[in-house]
C-alpha cells in the first residue's frame, strides 16, 4: 500500500505543480496595413518603373530578400513603398509614411508633397 500512496503523492504534485505553472502568453498579433484610400491606394500594385515616373528617382532603393524597398523624401516627409514579387514582377505591396523626425503624417498630403 505503501507504494501506492508514494505514485498517489507523486501524482498529486505533478498536478498541483501543473495547476501553478504560468499559461503562455498571447503571441501579439503582426498589425495588417490598412488599406488605404485615395492617391495612396493607386500606388499599390505599380511597379518600381511606374512609382519612378511618378516621383522621380528615389533616394534610396534597397533590396530586401525577395523584395526591394524605395524611398523618396522632402522636407516634410518620407515615403517608403515596398515592393514584392507578384505574377513574375516586384510591385508595391506596402506604402509607408513619415514625418522626418519619425512623427505621423498622412499618407495622402505625403504622396502630394511629393508627386512631380
Do not use: N
Amino acid at each position: 500500500m505503501v507504494p501506492a500512496m508514494r505514485r498517489l503523492s507523486v501524482l498529486s504534485l505533478a498536478l498541483l505543480a501543473a495547476a501553478c505553472a504560468r499559461t503562455p502568453e498571447p503571441q501579439a498579433s503582426v498589425p495588417v496595413p490598412a488599406k488605404s484610400v485615395g492617391p495612396v491606394s493607386a500606388l499599390a500594385g505599380l511597379t518600381a518603373h511606374e512609382l519612378i515616373s511618378h516621383f522621380g528617382q528615389p533616394r534610396l532603393q534597397v533590396k530586401e530578400g525577395p523584395g526591394l524597398k524605395l524611398q523618396w523624401t522632402s522636407t516634410t516627409c518620407v515615403l517608403d513603398v515596398y515592393l514584392y514579387p507578384e505574377g513574375g514582377r516586384e510591385k508595391a505591396t506596402h506604402i509607408d509614411s513619415r514625418r522626418p523626425s519619425g512623427d505621423s503624417i498622412d499618407q495622402r498630403s505625403c504622396v502630394a508633397t511629393l508627386t512631380r
